[in-house]
């Protein structure tokens, strides 16, 4: 710093003869950045300089922390237009804007010219903001600002920053996550506030394209109406500023010598906050959002409350029902809920609903000054207002929101929450007052026997697409004919082989994706260009047609968001094939068991993908109208789709087609060794809670990344199960952990999950909790029983050296198959 720079020589030739390294804070018109040197700020925190990425030759300017070694970009300007050989940094003298540009002086990125270019310097602030600025032409003596990279965010939100809109400036500062590690050009994932008048009540939001992802929830005066946990902490203070010239959130450090910033991730569709610890020389994460299952943006659909210990997560708020009850028992919520009740408008009044996020404020109004009084009114003399409640929460409450529309993307939270007052007709409050009429139990019955129906039928269809086989009869029920030329009802489309030959390359080796528990599969694109997963059942089978179908008729109407999706099946000859929905991010175990991916799972994905396990295994043991127990849980069983969602598949298989399997693959057809629960490889018995018992090894192997079966540790006789209970008794669970999540400011999370997975373990089927135990231990925070001894926590007793030895026993429990599919 200081070094005084003069040029003497036009700068293109110093820029490619000068190697020498120096650093300013700021330049004018007669300097330049080059390859050569950087700008530092005063106080030596923020770099700025060319960088490449990673693993990639791309030249880009951008600004850094000096001294962080592990190089945190927290700014770029030319993220479009990389260099491919060596950059320059420089003011225009004639058009007072500052321009990147490559060696050969193509220009790869400014900012606009300015009509008034006096004296223009460039300076590198303490703060990491890049500001240019000019004499002022009105007073000599002082300089104004006509650019700062502030404005123009990347992906990275730095102390001081305001994300939102500047209404004078006419500039939207948003954030943009980087495409790629290596890539700093705009991915499709945001981060931003949407521009409304001054009588909204504005919140923030994360965009997946033009799609809302995750919603802050409007800010309440302390905090975001979706972050109860927001809390006055001794990292930073935040604030949010609404009025006719700006609306921003900003923070600022509490502590000058702390490093804290909030970055936006495509990869993991988080926003997240870290915090830098110096002894350590790591970030460490501080927060993330969304942060669980219930801030996915109106995962309820409209009018539902999404319920993060209920089950289903979704619920629709009281007074209100599905809006297609055949679709919201399949867990596909998008539709939302409905009243039960018509408002009448005159006539209507108000229910209180507590500890709420409040719901999406694109359509609402605020006046800062109503009282909650002359908010009701309001509501009221309006027909379309459904809502209404204190826009801010300080001192008991003050200001006026109302909503107006559906209520979207509203959750429940345990405390913390928001009061809302929801619009009610008469009939639907005088209800209220002397309790609910005893109707449910009839409308629930109705919506289920509807499941099985023509809707199911609509939607296989919509999702297959043209291209199959199928007849539409005038019922609306889709019917096929088979080879004997019958008539069948299978509620399921029928492919033809030729179809499925076609699809595959004629069950091309390269096209085959594993091999699964009752034969191999293949993935498949069908003309239109979908992608399919395609199971062909081996040949050898012995079951009956009849046998076959019927099991195909029972998996079919098994729908749940973390289940495959059966789609079709192809009955032709000796081949018997189930076609599922095809998942491009392969199977669990591909990411656990993989050092390199294993990366990409973050604690909250990986939480989100064990509650998804849990919540699909729940609706398979208790909530499908089949109890159907799994028997063969493991991690590559759970598929992942784009959105890394777990996806339970060959369940109902064992009980289908095992029987016809079991020389050729024992392991597989009846479990797998390292995940069975005693009771099962020991005697053969099996229930939900042997089940349970898979879940819990499923849920150590993802804490941990390392395998059930195979040798643990060396030195001791010690399996994963028994390294946990050890680590567990020494107070020193957290051992257990993968190295990453041990980072996660969600540690309490991570014992839970441990402790969860213990009680899974436990030796008797009856001291392990049932699925949906699990779904509300995961869910809160309440205290959990304390774990005894878990089953086959020592090597040489383990289920492993068992597995063989008592292939005998597992071939006869097969007449115990048949209390496996109790009808409902
Ligand atoms: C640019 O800054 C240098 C160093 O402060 C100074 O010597 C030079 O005169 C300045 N040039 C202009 C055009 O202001
Ligand atoms: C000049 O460099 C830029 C950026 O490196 C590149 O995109 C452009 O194609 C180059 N032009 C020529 C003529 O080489
Ligand atoms: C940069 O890109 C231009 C245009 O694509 C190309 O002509 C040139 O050879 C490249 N330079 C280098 C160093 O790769
Ligand atoms: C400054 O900008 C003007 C207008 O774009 C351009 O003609 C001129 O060459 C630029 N000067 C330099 C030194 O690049
Ligand atoms: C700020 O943080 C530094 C380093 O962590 C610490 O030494 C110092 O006491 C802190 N200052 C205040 C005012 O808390
Ligand atoms: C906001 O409320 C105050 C107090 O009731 C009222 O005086 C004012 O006119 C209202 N503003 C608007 C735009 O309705
Ligand atoms: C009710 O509110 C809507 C939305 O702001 C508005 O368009 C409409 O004019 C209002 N109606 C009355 C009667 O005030
Ligand atoms: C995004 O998350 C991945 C996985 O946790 C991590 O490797 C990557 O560095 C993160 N990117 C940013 C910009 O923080």
Redesign the pocket.
């Known amino acids: 710093m200081g070094t005084i720079f003069f040029i003497l020589v036009h700068p293109y030739l110093l820029f490619l003869s000068s190697k020498v390294s120096f650093a300013l804070d700021s330049i004018n018109t007669s300097q330049f950045i080059s390859e050569a040197n950087t700008l530092v700020s005063k106080d030596g925190n923020f770099e700025l300089g060319f960088f490449s990425p990673s693993s990639s030759n791309n030249r880009y300017l951008g600004i850094w922390y000096k001294n962080i070694p592990a190089k945190t970009i927290v700014w770029v300007a030319n993220r479009l237009n990389p260099i491919n050989d060596s950059g320059l940094l420089m003011i225009n003298s004639s058009t007072g804007s500052v321009v990147v540009m490559s060696q050969n002086r193509s220009v790869v990125w400014s900012t606009s010219p300015q009509r008034q270019a006096k004296n223009p310097v460039l300076k590198l602030l303490d703060s990491g903001n890049l500001v240019l600025t000019v004499t002022d032409e009105k007073d000599e003596n002082s300089r104004i600002s006509l650019w700062e990279s502030f404005d123009y965010p990347t992906d990275t939100f730095l102390p001081g920053m305001k994300l939102g809109w500047d209404l004078k400036k006419g500039v939207n500062r948003i954030l943009t996550a980087w495409k790629k590690p290596d890539d700093p050009s705009p991915g499709d994932f945001t981060f931003g506030m949407l521009e409304m008048g001054i ?1 909204s009540y504005p919140a923030a939001y994360t965009w997946k394209g033009n799609k809302k992802f995750y919603r802050t929830g409007p800010w309440n005066g302390l905090r975001f109406s979706g972050s109860p946990d927001l809390n006055p902490n001794p990292v930073y203070n935040y604030n949010f500023v609404s009025n006719e010239n700006e609306v921003y959130y900003t923070y600022t450090l509490k502590n000058k010598s702390l490093i804290s910033i909030s970055v936006l991730n495509q990869t993991t569709q988080s926003w997240d906050r870290y915090t830098w610890i110096e002894e350590e020389k790591i970030w460490e994460a501080y927060s993330s959002r969304p942060g669980d299952y219930c801030d996915r943006y109106g995962l309820c659909g409209a009018n539902g409350n999404c319920v993060f210990t209920a089950s289903p997560v979704c619920q629709c708020l009281k007074a209100f029902k599905p809006k297609s009850p055949e679709l919201w028992s399949l867990t596909e919520w998008s539709q939302g809920c409905v009243r039960n009740k018509p408002l009448s408008c005159d006539t209507d009044g108000f229910v209180k609903f507590v500890d709420l996020k409040l719901p999406d404020t694109t359509y609402s109004w605020v ?5 909650l009084d ?1 908010c009701r009114v ?1 509501c009221l003399n309006n027909c379309t207002c459904m809502a209404y409640t204190n826009s801010d929460i300080r001192g008991g409450g003050s200001g ?1 929101a109302i909503w107006f529309g559906e209520l979207m993307d509203i959750r429940q939270f345990p405390a913390g929450g928001q009061d809302l007052y929801i619009r009610m007709s008469a009939s639907e409050l005088q209800e209220e007052k002397h309790g609910p009429k005893i109707k449910i139990a009839v409308t629930v019955a109705a919506a289920v026997a509807v499941v099985s129906g023509t809707l199911l039928v609509g939607f296989y269809i919509c999702k297959i697409g043209t291209k199959l086989k199928v007849k539409k009869e005038s019922n609306g029920i889709i019917s096929h004919q088979n080879n004997e030329g019958q008539k069948e009802d299978l509620e399921l489309p029928f492919l033809d082989l030729s179809t499925i030959v076609g699809a595959t390359d004629n069950f091309a080796p390269n096209n085959k994706l594993g091999e699964g528990g009752f034969g191999p599969v293949y993935k498949g694109i069908l003309e239109d260009g979908q992608e399919i997963a395609i199971k062909r059942l081996s040949r050898s089978s012995g079951q009956g047609l009849n046998e076959f179908k019927n099991e195909v008729r029972l998996i079919a109407k098994l729908q749940h968001r973390n289940l495959v999706k059966l789609v079709a099946c192809c009955i032709q000859g000796e081949e018997k094939i189930l076609v599922y929905e095809y998942m491009p991010n392969k199977s669990l175990d591909s990411f656990i068991f993989d050092q390199t991916k294993r990366t990409l799972l973050n604690w909250s994905m990986s939480f989100n993908i064990i509650c998804g396990i849990a919540r699909g295994l729940q609706y398979l043991h208790q909530d499908s109208r089949l109890r159907i127990i799994h028997r063969d849980l493991k991690a590559s069983n759970v598929l992942l789709d784009i959105e890394m969602n777990p996806k339970i598949s060959d369940f109902g298989a064992a009980r289908t087609f095992g029987g016809d399997q079991l020389e050729g693959n024992t392991n597989r057809v009846m479990g797998t060794c390292g995940y069975m629960a005693p009771e099962y490889a020991f005697d053969g018995l099996f229930s939900t809670k042997s089940d349970v018992f898979s879940f819990g090894i499923l849920l150590l192997e993802i804490i941990c990344g390392k395998k059930s079966r195979g040798l643990f540790h060396p030195n001791h006789s010690l399996n994963l199960i028994g390294y946990a209970w050890r680590l567990w008794n020494e107070g020193r669970p957290l051992e257990l952990t993968d190295e990453c999540f041990r980072q996660s400011s969600t540690l309490s999370e991570v014992l839970r999950c441990i402790h969860i997975s213990l009680l899974c373990l436990q030796q008797c089927p009856e001291d392990r909790p049932s699925m949906s135990s699990v779904i509300v231990m995961l869910g809160s925070e309440g205290a959990l029983p304390q774990p005894k001894q878990p089953g086959f926590f020592l090597e040489k007793d383990s289920n492993e050296a068992h597995c063989f030895s008592s292939k005998q026993e597992l071939f006869s429990t097969n007449e115990m198959t048949i209390t496996l599919l109790e009808a409902r």
């Open positions: 009588h006046n800062k000054s109503m009282s002359e309001k006026c």
